[in-house]
């Protein structure tokens, strides 16, 4: 266990060190345990009663609480990823079946995320309990900000690399939910094209776009697997968007985003390439009772990403490994630098 995690259960109250490994059943318990796990691992107090009460409808154990917890975008963005080794090596290969075909994938996912940008578009980008609809107004300033971070991020790995950011004008961003990033990358861009499955959240995207008086940014529908194929452009920026299509799509934007890209653009985009038990079959996903309502992660190997880049003339810059799909073991994530020969 790392020093980070130590500390914090050596101050932890006696009744929750008495619990800390068993099963808890008393709800009771529950709720200090849920109570404490804000305060542990998000530096602060919940937001309220009724969050403590679903959380403890759903998490039975300590180790559920703590992977909850470590697993929250709250968590990682205030926090280090810890060092851990996620995959020893000795990992079997992924069974994975991909299709040409799109058109009903595409309507399922979109149709998943149509509701979600109806129901809760800012939690639906970032899963923080402070970014609900209920609180979203208080926390808003935050939510923006931390798309401020990521695009520093993407800048530092460029000149970490020796590419000079002010060398390219335009830019897309392949699923910009309600902008969050889209805003810190109009201010470093000249022009930004904004794409993204849901009208919902490209409404709200348009909203706060306009209320921070950028005119630099042209928003755009996806309504098919059709208009996946993009206009020529310098960079391409897509994180924590990928994950939440199932594989044969992951490889068939990927294809897109790097075709799309000038003589010497680059592509910055994450996505995870192995979990531990993942298959995917078209068959099951595509019948009704497997093809779930709510919000997907799905898998790409990064065998398939390496092939791509190559049969589309681009050379793969940089491979980082990254906590956005979760930090469980035999989960991994990279974010990937790619650049046009």
Same mark, same amino acid.
């Given at each position: 266990?790392?020093?980070?995690? !130590? ?9 929750? !060190? ?13 709720? @200090?345990?849920?109570?404490? @796990?804000?305060?542990?691992? !998000? ?8 969050? %403590? ?6 998490? !039975? ?21 810890? #060092? ?27 149709? /998943? ?14 899963? #923080? ?35 000079? =950011? ?38 709200? @995207? ?10 630099? /940014? ?6 098919? =697997? ?8 310098? %960079? ?106």
């Amino acid at each position: 266990m790392t020093l980070a995690l !130590l500390i914090p259960i050596i101050f932890m109250p006696k009744k929750l !060190l008495s619990i800390w490994k068993k099963n808890i059943v008393d709800e009771d318990e529950l709720n @200090a345990a849920v109570t404490w @796990a804000y305060r542990l691992f !998000l530096d602060r107090e919940p937001e309220n009663n009724y969050v %403590v009460e679903e959380k403890r409808k759903k998490l !039975l154990t300590t180790r559920e609480i703590r992977t909850e917890f470590l697993s929250s975008e709250e968590y990682k963005s205030k926090n280090q990823p810890l #060092c851990h080794l996620p995959m020893s090596g000795n990992e079997p290969p992924l069974s994975i079946e991909f299709t040409s075909d799109l058109r009903e994938i595409f309507a399922h996912i979109k149709t /998943v995320w149509e509701k979600l940008g109806k129901t809760e578009p800012y939690w639906s980008v970032l899963t #923080c309990e402070r970014f609900k609809s209920e609180d979203i107004t208080s926390n808003q300033d935050d939510f923006y900000s931390s798309g401020k971070e990521n695009v520093e991020t993407f800048f530092a790995t460029l000149l970490r690399n020796g590419i000079k =950011p002010a060398d390219y004008e335009t830019c897309i961003e392949y699923g910009c939910g309600v902008g969050r990033i889209t805003a810190a990358l109009a201010n470093k861009f000249s022009k930004v094209t904004a794409y993204d499955i849901s009208s919902s959240h490209l409404r709200i @995207a348009r909203e706060y776009i306009s209320q921070s008086n950028l005119k630099n /940014v042209e928003f755009v529908l996806l309504s098919s =697997p059709e208009d996946i194929r993009l206009p020529k452009t310098d %960079v391409v920026y897509s994180v924590i968007v990928l994950q939440h299509n199932p594989p044969p799509i992951i490889q068939f934007i990927i294809r897109a985003m790097l075709r799309a890209l000038n003589s010497g653009g680059v592509a910055f985009f994450q996505v995870p390439t192995y979990r531990l038990g993942y298959r995917f079959s078209l068959r099951e996903y595509l019948s009704s009772d497997i093809k779930r309502e709510d919000m997907e992660m799905h898998v790409l190997p990064q065998k398939e990403i390496f092939r791509i880049a190559d049969e589309e003339d681009c050379r793969i810059i940089e491979v980082l490994e990254d906590g956005w799909a979760g930090i469980a073991h035999g989960e991994r994530s990279n974010t990937f630098l790619i650049q046009k020969r």
